[in-house]
C-alpha cells in the first residue's frame, strides 16, 4: 500500500512538472506579436500615399490600388496556404524569421529599383509573401508555448500588434514625404523592420534552451494522426461556416482599411482632398477602434 501510495505522488509530481512552462515563453509571444506589428505596419505602408506613388509612376489610381493594394492581398492569400506548409516541414521559428528577412528585402530594394509600375508591384507582391507567415503564427505558437489558462490572454495580447497600422498611419505619410523622395521615405520602414528581425533572432535562437513541455501523457497515447485530424475537421460544419465568416469579414475589413485612406487622400472630385497626412490619422483611428475586439480573447 505504501508503495502503490508512493507511485501514485511520483506520478502526481511527474504530471505537475509536465505542465510547467517556462518564462521565456512571453519573449517569444512577443516575437509572434512583433512580427504581426511588422507585417501590418508593411501592408498599410502604401494606403495613403497612393495617389502621390501613382502620380510618380505615371499610373490612373485605379491601376494602382489594383497593383499596391489588390495584389498585395491576394498574394498575402496565397502566401499564407504555403506558409502554413512550411511551417509543419521547416518549423515555427524559420518561416518566422524568413519571413521578415523578405519583408526587410523587399522594402530596402524600393529606392534601387522601385521606379516602375511593375517593379513596385513585384515588390508589394514580395512583401505579401513575407508578411504571410505572420497572420498565422500566433495560434501555435500560444498552443506550443502557453498553457490552456493563458491562451486568451495571451492570443488578446497580440492586439497590441494594431499599433503597427496605428504609427504607420500617424507618422508614416509625414515620415516618407519629408525624404527626398517616397522610395527613400519608405527605407524608414526598413530600420523598424531590421530592428525587430535582429530583436525575433535572438529570441528564436534562445528558445532552444527553454523549450516548454510539447505532450501530456495522453497526448503521448494518442493514435490521431495528421491525417486522421485533417479528415475530422474537413467533415465539420462549423469549421466550413467560421471559414466563410472569416473570409467574408475580412474582405469587408480590408477593403475599407486598404480604400479608405486613398479615397480621403486623393484630390477632387475623385476624393475628399484631405492629403496623405490626413487620411493616415484616419487609417490609425480605424485600427485603434479595433482594438476592442481584441478584447474578446481576453473575456
Not at 512580427?35 to 494602382?64: H, N, Q, R, Y
Not at 524569421?97 to 524600393?110: E, K, R, S
Not at 501555435?140 to 492570443?155: I, M, Q, R, Y
Not at 535562437?205 to 494518442?222: D, F, N, V
Request: glycine share 10%; proline share 5%; charged share 10%.
Amino acid at each position: 500500500m505504501k508503495e502503490e501510495g508512493k507511485r501514485k505522488m511520483d506520478n502526481k509530481k511527474n504530471a505537475s512538472e509536465l505542465v510547467q512552462y517556462p518564462a521565456y515563453r512571453w519573449l517569444m509571444l512577443a516575437a509572434a506579436i512583433l512580427t504581426m506589428l511588422c507585417a501590418m505596419m508593411i501592408t498599410m505602408s502604401f494606403a495613403p500615399l497612393v495617389e502621390i506613388i501613382a502620380k510618380d509612376l505615371g499610373v490612373d489610381l485605379g491601376t494602382a490600388s489594383f497593383g499596391f493594394m489588390g495584389m498585395n492581398l491576394f498574394s498575402t492569400a496565397v502566401g499564407v496556404m504555403l506558409a502554413g506548409f512550411l511551417i509543419d516541414r521547416i518549423g515555427l521559428s524559420r518561416v518566422m524569421i524568413g519571413g521578415l528577412i523578405l519583408m526587410l528585402a523587399a522594402n530596402t530594394a524600393l529606392p534601387v529599383i522601385g521606379h516602375s509600375y511593375a517593379a513596385v508591384v513585384l515588390i508589394r507582391i514580395l512583401e505579401a509573401l513575407g508578411c504571410a507567415p505572420a497572420l498565422i503564427i500566433i495560434e501555435p505558437t500560444v498552443s506550443f508555448w502557453f498553457p490552456n489558462k493563458e491562451k486568451g490572454l495571451a492570443l488578446g495580447l497580440n492586439g497590441l500588434s494594431i499599433l503597427g497600422p496605428v504609427g504607420t498611419g500617424m507618422l508614416g505619410p509625414r515620415l516618407v514625404m519629408s525624404a527626398s523622395s517616397w522610395q527613400m521615405g519608405m527605407l524608414y520602414f526598413s530600420v523598424v523592420l531590421l530592428v525587430a528581425t535582429i530583436f525575433i533572432v535572438i529570441v528564436n535562437i534562445g528558445a532552444r534552451h527553454h523549450l516548454p513541455p510539447t505532450m501530456t501523457k495522453k497526448e503521448e497515447h494518442s493514435n490521431m494522426t495528421k491525417q486522421d485530424f485533417m479528415k475530422t475537421v474537413l467533415r465539420s460544419p462549423a469549421f466550413w461556416l467560421g471559414l466563410c465568416v472569416m473570409a467574408f469579414s475580412t474582405w469587408a475589413n480590408q477593403s475599407f482599411n486598404n480604400l479608405s485612406p486613398a479615397f480621403l487622400a486623393v484630390d477632387p472630385p475623385v476624393g475628399a482632398g484631405y492629403g496623405a497626412e490626413a487620411a493616415g490619422r484616419f487609417s490609425a483611428g480605424t485600427w485603434i477602434g479595433m482594438i476592442g475586439g481584441s478584447t474578446s480573447s481576453v473575456i
